[in-house]
């Protein structure tokens, strides 16, 4: 008997291993978000992300199962460590919530930096009534909705924000704050300095906070 075919034999029926990756899943994780947002949905396939990782896609589909399984599981690593990174650069106690507010856009410009897949997601699959869609709406879109809304609400009872609807100011902050960085390369191709870099962040949100304030310190 060959040395594969005992490989086969001690290996249990439907549960193939890497023991020499055990970050295995974290690693396709990371490559379906890097390749659901450069490509969409329908762009990419099981193979091309086992591919980009160096993977057996019989261990890809083991583990997640289908594609469309996958990007669930994909959309919400990407969710997890941008609230996580998100929290982690607010600091706590603010004095009032209008000053809350100032400081979570500063945190939203900052880790949308650093997650840039998640505007591009939604610029492929958000705006559908499938399940993808539904799922960016409630589970990815809908959280912080949430969140903001409590701030902005207070920031216009303050007299800090104009008195229009709390939508309108959520998606001025979000697709403004986010999608320079979103769009890189041609964000760059104008006057500012790259994008990504801490500068021209402080200075992108401190833009935001100011057309938005009225009277921003």
Partial sequence: ??????????????????????????????????????????????????????????????????????????????????????????EPNESSKT????KIIRAFVFTSARWPQISRIIVFDGDKSDARGKFIATKMVGPFYEL?????????????????????????ITHGGSFPMALRDLTNEFPGGDIASREALDAHADAIIALLMKSAD
């Fill in 1 to 90: 008997m060959t040395k594969s075919a005992n490989s086969k034999t001690e290996r249990r029926p439907g549960r193939p291993t890497d023991k020499d990756r055990p970050d295995l899943k974290t690693e396709l994780l990371l490559a379906a978000i890097e390749l659901f947002g450069s490509r969409g949905f329908d762009g990419v396939s099981l193979s091309q992300i086992s591919g980009a990782v160096q993977a057996d896609v019989g261990l890809t589909r083991y583990y997640f199962g289908s594609k469309a399984d996958l990007w669930e599981a994909a959309m919400s690593h990407l969710a997890d460590g941008f609230v996580r990174d998100l929290t982690s650069e607010i």
């Fill in 148 to 172: 903001m809304t409590d701030l902005i609400e207070a920031a216009k009872l303050d007299g800090a924000i104009p008195d229009v609807s709390v939508r309108t100011i959520f998606f001025m």
């Fill in 99 to 102: 000053e809350a507010l100032k």
